[in-house]
Every structure is written in C-alpha cells, then in structure tokens.
C-alpha cells in the first residue's frame, strides 16, 4: 500500500534527494497518508516527514533544507499501524545511536511479541508502527555484524507477515539494502547509480532498465553494483527486463487528472491488449502463456479470483468464457476464496485478474489455488509483479501505467485479455471453430474505435453530472453483462465521488430494491441491444417503465438507434451498438466519465481519493 524508493549514486548534478522527491511524486498514488525521506549527510542519517500528502513534505523541506547527498531513501504512506501522523511516518531511526533509517511497505504479524521483548531489553519507541520495530532490529544486528546487508538478513529471519523494508546506514554511505516478502519490490539499473522502488514508476525518469526481485530476497545496491541474496544467504540473480513504457506515459500530459487521461487512453489499452494476437490464418495465439494445450484441453473448470474493479472484469468475462467455452465459470472475491473450502483439483483453472499483480488478497488466493494442485493464470498489466511470478502463467494486459487510484482503462484491458483467454480456450478445445474466433476477433477489433466514438461523445454526460453533483445516492441497473457494468459504475462514483452507489441487476429490483425508488431518485440504466437474445431488451424497458412509473430519474445508456427507450428515459447516452458480449467494453464508459465530472464538480481530487491506495498490498 506503500510507496517506497531507494537511490544511490555521485552527488553531481542531481542529488539523492531530487531523485528521490521525484520517485515519491510517481508513486504517490500508493499511499499519501504521511510522505517521509532520508539521506546520509556527513555520516549522519537526516530524515524530513510530514504527515499528509506529498505537498507538506516538500514544504517542510523548503523551510528545513537537506544537503545533498548520494543516498537517500523515500516513503509515502498508507496508514496501517497508527495513525497518519508526523511521527508514524516513514523512515524510522534504529538503534540507541539512532544511525539507522528503514522504510517499509505491508504489515509485520507478530511486531507486537518483537516490540515487548524490544521494550524489555531497554529499547525506546516514538511511533505507533510496525515498522520501528524493524528499525530496531535491522540496526542491533548491525551493531553486531557491522555490514548492513548481514544486518537485514538477521533481522528479516525473525519478521512474519508482509514486508518490503529499505534501510541505509551512517557508516555505509552509498549502500542501499532492501528485502521483499510478499510485497513488490524491484530494481532500476542505472549508469553510476542504482535505484529501488515499489515500481518501476519510482525510476522511470532516469533508467528503462529494471530488474525483478524474487521473493524472500535481499538486494544491495551501490553506485555500480547490485547484489542479490536470498534470505538464507545463498546468492542469487534476479531476472532483468527493459520496460515498454517511458516516463512521459506516467505524467498528465496536459490533462487535469490521470484519471481524465487513462480514461481517454481506453482506446489503445484495448487495442495494444489485442496487439499480436492472431497468427496469418486468422487462428488466436497467445505464445506468452507457455501452457501446453493439452493441459488447456483437461480443465473442466474456472475460478476467476481478483479484488474491486477487477473482480468486475471477472464477472462480465464470465458470460462469455462460459458461452465460448462451455466450461462452468465462477467468479470469486480473492479474499473470500482461500477462506472457505474451494472445489479445486487439478483439472481447474484459476484465471487471477489484477492490475498491479500485488494485491495481497489476490496473490493469497493464487497460492491457495496452486496449493490445491489448480492450473494458475494471471492476467496482470504489470510487468514481473508477484502474482505473475506466482502463477503457473501470465497474459499481460497492455494499458500502460495506471495512476489514477480508481481503476478505468485497465479494466476494459482486463476484459479484453479474459475474452482472449476465453476464446482461446474454445479454439484448443475446438469448441470454437475457427471461423468463429476470427469473426469475434473482427468485432473486437472494431472495439477502439467505437470507445473512441463513445468518448467524443460526452459533453451532456459531463453537464448532467455537474447537475447532479448534489445528489445523495445514485443507482445504477443492468442485467446480463450489463449487470456488472452498474456494479463498477457504482463504485466509481463511491470511490471519487463519496456518494452512495449502488448497482442491480434489474431483474433482481422486484425483489427488493425498487423500494428505494422515490421522486427524483437517479438510476442509471445500461440497456441491452435490441438484438440480444431472449429479449432482455424488452424486459430491461419494462424495469425502466417501473422506475420512471415511482418517480425516478432514468439515464439510460442505449446502443445507437434504439428508439424504445426514448418514451421512458429522461436522458439517454448514446453508444455505438456492438455485439452483446463486447458492449461493456463501450457502455462502462459514460459511468465513468460521469463519476469522474461530478467528483470533479464537488471539488474532489478525483486520482487520489480518501482512504485509499492503488495497491492494497495489506490484507
Ligand atoms: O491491482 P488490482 O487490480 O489487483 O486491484 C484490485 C482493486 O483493489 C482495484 O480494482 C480497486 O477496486 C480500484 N480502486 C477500483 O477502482
């Protein structure tokens, strides 16, 4: 949940801490409860923090200057162990002579037993956190050993939980340590200096040259070096990679939000995630799985497992998966998952859905899965995170960086790269034939442009939502893959929005939900094309005729030329008609620039909502 950032390098130009400051700023979507630096001056450790965002750690270093340095660390924070104030933030001091600066993301399990036996050796605590407690003993065992790198490997052999943890010491100017378990960490290689983040945003703006950590390691970086050991002091190497994407598709480009960006990026995020996919006869490939076919051909089962928004893109991929397939399809919370007893052999596929490839919840539910003997897939839009490494195989999502805290242009990546895996399936089964797959490949294909023609199209969407930027509950309806398209609608508009949100299926609203319904009540309601099948379009009319009948305030969202919507809607947001199947790629799209208006009429900041983070790498 945290961002951190490691650097060394030569104090020229650019000093550790701009470095560093810039890292934090890339990264502080991860967490921006309090924001923290450390740098060694002159063999002592000098650490700056403030509580909230970024912003007041920049003012407190314009009214406390650091001098420059060749090694620093940086943290912004997601508030787990105490609360979010100047003395919880990171780094913390180790140690009595207080040489010693850590960070850390995720949650030490059993910091509570480590700090009583801590405070009954005669060791203070400032804080409330977890992570002092590290500090403490990450700097006692450098006082026995005197080398940092055998101190972190001391100390991590009696934490348990999660942990990424940076520390520097006094004495080791130029030395960067940093240990991973279970929560992401990866190097930047850089020319003359080296670099540490949660991310590779955290070093984008000097080096494309990454490097993965596995898990249970530990890496020590100097100007001109990086070493990797693994927690039982074996050495090792970790896996390097260039990155595909530069630090201009990290910044704003002009727009007022990365939210307002990656939602105008939908368009490219579909089509780069369908890039390369077909061979010269028109056959799907996905050469980047390496599962042989012939296990694809023994499942007879699959479980998606993701968390929020991507669990969202679990379920609309489920009808077609199932349609396409004809495997059973459940679709499961990851943390709901590994805590019940799951019907999982060796014949399931476990497809895991995630942007960041660090949800805790989901990485957990992934290693249950594989416990139990399932084939693992990991759809993932970051590349060499944990999940991945921990499934059995993984199809990258191609959406570029996500920033924005709210989750948009990575969620219709996710379907498209489901509707891939699906399809594909159906192909090696030959449940498909493949005139099929290519049809559906073409229709797909004609997904970007018709975003793009949606997104042209929003300047009314934008005026309602100003409108209606006091309202107190909004209520959003679907049914067939419409459904979890008002489900991620509504969470959108809690998300940014805080207003109470709450999505339906509309054949569900007799059952219960059309109580809500009163005068001016606003309900969005994603209407099926005329064409699909069983008539779910004339029944989606009827629940819009009940609504509008109790006095509520229908916005429906209907394909191009369906005119049977018009008596009963008070608006109506006009999308390109698709096939049945791919229109959540084109309908989740005025919801989000609804939520996104009317956040931004409220005067929300609408990329870093409260309470959040982009990553919840904390279960
Ligand atoms: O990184 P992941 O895709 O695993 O994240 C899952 C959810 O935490 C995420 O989608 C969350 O719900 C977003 N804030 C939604 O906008």
Redesign the pocket.
């Known amino acids: 949940m945290c961002g951190i950032v490691g650097y060394v390098g030569p104090a020229v130009d650019e000093t550790a801490l701009d470095v560093v400051m810039e890292g934090l700023a890339r990264l502080e979507y991860r967490g921006y409860d309090s924001a923290g630096v450390a740098v060694i001056d002159d063999d002592e450790i000098a650490i700056r923090k403030r509580s909230g965002k970024l912003a007041n750690l920049r003012s407190e270093i314009s009214a406390h200057p650091l001098h420059a340095s060749s090694t620093a660390i940086g943290h912004t924070r997601w508030a787990t162990h105490g609360g979010p104030t100047d003395n919880n933030a990171h780094p913390h001091l180790g140690g009595q002579d207080r040489k010693l600066a850590l960070i850390h993301n995720g949650i030490i399990e059993n910091f509570h037993r480590l700090k009583t036996s801590l405070v009954d050796a005669g060791q203070s605590f400032l804080s409330e956190t977890d992570t002092e407690v590290a500090a403490h003993l990450v700097a006692m065992a450098y006082e026995r050993t005197g080398d940092l790198t055998e101190a972190m490997r001391e100390a991590v052999a009696q934490l348990e939980g999660a942990f990424t943890l940076l520390a520097i010491h006094a004495d080791q100017p130029g030395v960067v340590v940093g240990a991973r378990r279970n929560s992401p960490l990866v190097v930047g290689l850089g020319e003359g200096a080296n670099y540490l983040g949660s991310d590779v945003a955290a070093f984008i703006g000097h080096t494309r040259e990454a490097m993965e950590m596995g898990q249970d390691e530990i890496v020590t970086i100097t100007p001109d070096s990086v070493s990797v050991i693994r927690f039982d002091g074996t050495p090792t190497e970790g896996k390097r990679y260039h990155v595909d994407w530069d630090a201009a598709a990290a910044e704003k480009g002009g727009y007022p939000s990365f939210m307002a960006k990656e939602i105008d990026e939908q368009p490219q995020a579909i089509g780069d995630t369908l890039l390369g996919r077909t061979d010269s006869e028109g056959r799907l490939v996905l050469d980047e799985l390496r599962i042989s076919e012939d296990s694809l051909r023994e499942v007879d089962k699959i479980v998606i497992v ?5 669990w969202y893109s679990g379920l609309t991929a489920k009808y077609a998966i199932e349609h396409w397939t004809r495997i059973p399809c459940e679709v499961e919370l990851a943390h709901e998952f590994r805590y019940r007893d799951p019907v999982v052999d060796e014949h399931t596929l476990v497809i895991s859905v ?3 490839g ?2 805790m919840d ?1 990485l957990m539910a992934v290693k249950h899965a594989r416990e139990l003997g399932a084939l693992t897939i990991s759809v993932c839009n970051t590349h060499g995170a944990t999940i991945p490494r921990e499934s059995d195989a993984v199809l990258y999502t191609h959406a570029g960086p996500e920033i924005a ?3 948009t242009k ?1 969620f219709v990546a996710q379907i498209t790269a489901c509707y891939l895996l699906g399809l594909y399936l159906a192909q090696v089964r030959g449940v498909a034939t493949g005139e099929r797959v290519a049809e559906i490949m073409a229709d797909l294909a004609d997904i970007p442009a018709k975003v793009q023609t949606v997104l042209d199209r929003m300047d009314r969407v934008r005026e309602i939502a100003r409108f209606m930027a006091d309202s107190r509950a909004v209520l959003f309806l679907g049914r067939h893959v419409g459904y979890p398209i008002a489900l991620e609608g509504a ?1 959108k508009l809690k ?1 940014i929005a805080y207003i109470h949100a709450e999505g339906f299926a509309a054949g569900e609203l007799k059952h219960g939900p059309i109580a809500l319904i009163e005068p001016g009540q606003p309900v969005f309601v994603v209407v099926p094309g005329p064409d699909t099948p069983h008539d779910l379009h004339s029944k989606v009319v009827s629940n819009i005729q009940e609504i509008r009948a109790r006095g509520a305030r229908t916005l429906v969202i209907a394909e191009d030329g369906d005119e049977a919507v018009v008596p009963f809607a008070d608006e109506v947001i006009r999308v390109p008609a698709a096939p049945t199947l791919l229109m959540p790629l084109i309908t989740i799209v005025p919801l989000q620039v609804f939520a996104l208006e009317l956040a931004t009429a409220k005067g929300l900041d609408v990329d870093q909502p409260r309470n ?1 983070a982009k ?2 790498t904390v279960e």
Do not use: D
């Not at 993701?306 to 991507?310: I, R, V, W």
């Open positions: 993701a968390c929020g928004t991507a995630s942007q960041s660090e949800t989901t805290v709210a989750s990575a969470l998300e959040l990553s919840v």
